[in-house]
T-cell receptor
Framework: DTAVSQTPKYLVTQMGNDKSIKCEQNLGHDTMYWYKQDSKKFLKIMFSYNNKELIINETVPNRFSPKSPDKAHLNLHINSLELGDSAVYFC??????????????????FGPGTRLTVL | QKEVEQDPGPLSVPEGAIVSLNCTYSNSAFQYFMWYRQYSRKGPELLMYTYSSGNKEDGRFTAQVDKSSKYISLFIRDSQPSDSATYLCAMRSGGYQKVTFGTGTKLQVIP
């Protein structure tokens, strides 16, 4: 009954390779995210999708391409991997609420993370 | 200057101590203030949230927001070894705006 799951949990690969990370949520949420957490624990948003539509796209190299086949899935494909891509990548999901209701704090449920190491 | 500043620590306290964790921010549009807890090798999980200014208490945890000073705090009373984790503050202005996280403070509670 895992809420947000990611595969794989660990990924070790060579520079220049292409790899994908998959994410699935079974919470019925309408919004999903990809975050990158570096070695200093800084959690930085990369992308956000709401109902399969891209709504947040931070300054991320275009080697990173998210794909949302449906509301429950958000995958991340990375081309031409570089050493600096080594990090933990977290998927998250949330349910957007009425902005005027005062409860739109947007609780995000995170997956367990994918630890990517580029050699 | 980052939008959200948080002392990375590490912060080491004896069991039973009162812990104070803090963040400052620069974006006056932030309305929602959250604290996430992240155990080692796990994803962050929401601990508490506050809307606008004021205090909120939940068991041993108290969250405070001072919008005039752009300063938020999390207090942990009677700290336990199980509280050892990284605590990330997070903020949002609302709508479809992104959540901006602090860098996290690593806390260790020593038995």
């Amino acid at each position: 009954d895992t809420a947000v799951s990611q595969t794989p949990k660990y990924l070790v690969t060579q520079m220049g390779n292409d790899k994908s990370i998959k994410c699935e949520q079974n919470l019925g949420h309408d919004t999903m995210y990809w975050y990158k957490q570096d070695s200093k624990k800084f959690l930085k948003i990369m992308f956000s999708y709401n109902n399969k539509e891209l709504i947040i796209n931070e300054t991320v190299p275009n080697r990173f391409s998210p794909k949302s086949p449906d509301k429950a899935h958000l995958n991340l494909h990375i081309n031409s991997l570089e050493l600096g891509d080594s990090a933990v990548y977290f998927c998250a999901s949330s349910q957007e609420r009425d902005p005027g209701a005062g409860n739109n704090y947007n609780e995000q449920f995170f997956g367990p993370g994918t630890r990517l190491t580029v050699l | 200057q980052k939008e959200v500043e948080q002392d990375p620590g590490p912060l080491s306290v004896p069991e039973g101590a009162i812990v104070s964790l803090n963040c400052t921010y620069s974006n006056s549009a932030f309305q929602y203030f959250m604290w996430y807890r992240q155990y080692s090798r796990k994803g962050p999980e929401l601990l508490m949230y506050t809307y606008s200014s004021g205090n909120k208490e939940d068991g041993r945890f108290t969250a405070q927001v001072d919008k005039s000073s752009k300063y938020i705090s999390l207090f942990i009373r009677d700290s336990q070894p199980s509280d050892s984790a990284t605590y990330l503050c997070a903020m949002r202005s609302g709508g479809y705006q992104k959540v901006t996280f602090g860098t996290g403070t690593k806390l260790q509670v020593i038995p």
